[in-house]
Each structure stands twice: as structure tokens, then as C-alpha cells.
């Protein structure tokens, strides 16, 4: 069984050669491929991310949902996961997935680890054990068949935040979905650029407008206007 890892990117220079070839050296003698599909990178991303070994796409739009999107439809693995670029799976992520598939798991994700000690972080990362849908971010990463993935015609590319996780209810209708006990390793970066307790309650009135169901055009101004080094 194959593996495709589909890594959506925008001027992530800085991760993306790192993690490529962290996943490298943890899937020798494996049957997988890393796919990067960029959304119009101005630095080297996509020059760093070939130089690592990895099939690299110009996505035909922008944004994390078409991107993955597209990755996925030139992924030839019978199991899709999709990974932030700078985020770091367990060594063991290519076993996990695949045992679980095997299984009958037909989608999942890990739970969530930060790269910064901080208690709060921590806290937070607590809660990503358990299976609640308002919990779960694309930091987890996501394992999904490429069967589900299909039938549920992918993200929802009129979402530009919180498509990774509005397509969450929709594929467990279709199959089993498990949080793994390991973690993802992702960066503390944006929390450490925009304050942790005030990057935190931003991502609260976000996640809360969504749920009340302002538009996709409100809730990107006010990620622009709140969050820095933002990439939407």
C-alpha cells in the first residue's frame, strides 16, 4: 500500500527542505511519494522543496483547500496525508497510518505536540486527544483514504480558513476515524509572533464566527487584521 504525502505551501522556505528530508529518512524501503503543491511562493520554497527530493506542483489557485486539493488529484498512493510544512509526524507515522488503514480506519489524525515549552501550549495540546470535531486542526496532520477522499469531493475550496476542519464531519460519515496516540511536532511560531494568550482568544472569535456562520470574506479580514504573519 502506498502512501502520498501531500504538503500545501506558501513561502516556507525556512521548513520546507527539513521536513522533507526528515520524511526521507524515516521512510526508506517504503512505498510512498512527498507531493509539495505551492501557492505562488516568492521565496525558495519550491526550489528547496525539489532540491529535497519531493514532486513539486505550481497549484492552479491559492490557498491550503485548492492546494491540497490538487495535490491529491495527482497522488497515485491508496492513502492520502496531508501535513503542514512545518510540522513534524512521528518517526513511526508511516507504520501508524498504514496499520490502521489496515484495520479499517478509513481517516484519522495525531494528536498535537509544540515545539515550545509553555504551559498553556501544553494545555492546549492536552484536549487534541479526544475525538471532538471543534478540536481538531490541520496541525494534527490527516490520514485519509483516497477512496473517502474522493467521495467527499475533497476540502471545500470556497473555504479559505477552517477547511481543514469543516471536512472533518463529512468523511466520518463515510468511515471509522481515529486520533493516534503520538504527536505531531508543530511550530509555536505564530504563537510567539502574536503573544500565546492573545493569539488564542483571535483563534477563539475566529472559530466562534465560523460556527455562527459569517462569511468566508469577514472571517479572512479579521484574521488579516488581528493575527501577523499570517499566510491567508
Keep these: 500500500m502506498k502512501l502520498s504525502i501531500i504538503i500545501p505551501t506558501y513561502n516556507e522556505a525556512e521548513n520546507i527542505g527539513k521536513l522533507i528530508s526528515y520524511l526521507h529518512k524515516n521512510l526508506l524501503n517504503k512505498a510512498y511519494e512527498i507531493i ?3 501557492g505562488g511562493s516568492t521565496d525558495s520554497t519550491f526550489e528547496d522543496a525539489l532540491k529535497a527530493g519531493a514532486t ?6 491559492k490557498g491550503r483547500a485548492s492546494q491540497m486539493n490538487y495535490g491529491a488529484s495527482k497522488a497515485s498512493g491508496e492513502v492520502l496525508y496531508f501535513l503542514h510544512a512545518d510540522s513534524y509526524p512521528p518517526a513511526t507515522f508511516h507504520e501508524d497510518i498504514l496499520h490502521a488503514v489496515k484495520k479499517g480506519i478509513k481517516s484519522g489524525s495525531y494528536r498535537l505536540k509544540f515545539d515550545y515549552n509553555h504551559w498553556f501550549l501544553k494545555f492546549n495540546s492536552w484536549f487534541t486527544r ?3 470535531d471543534l478540536i481538531r486542526f490541520g496541525d494534527q496532520s490527516l490520514f485519509i483514504s483516497k477512496e473517502i477522499f474522493e467521495k467527499v469531493s475533497g476540502f471545500d475550496e470556497t473555504l479559505i480558513v477552517m477547511e481543514d476542519m469543516e471536512i472533518i464531519p463529512r468523511i466520518k460519515k463515510l468511515g471509522r476515524f481515529k486520533v493516534m496516540n503520538a504527536y505531531v511536532r508543530t511550530s509555536a511560531r505564530k504563537y510567539l509572533e502574536n503573544g500565546i494568550y492573545k493569539l488564542q482568544a483571535i483563534f477563539f472569535i475566529i472559530y466562534f464566527m465560523y460556527w455562527l456562520g459569517f462569511s468566508q470574506e469577514k472571517l479572512i479580514r479579521t484574521y488579516r487584521s488581528l493575527i501577523k504573519q499570517n499566510k491567508v
Excluded: G
Design 56 to 61: 513539486v506542483l505550481k497549484s492552479q489557485k
Design 36 to 38: 509539495v503543491s505551492d
Design 130 to 132: 479526544f475525538d471532538i
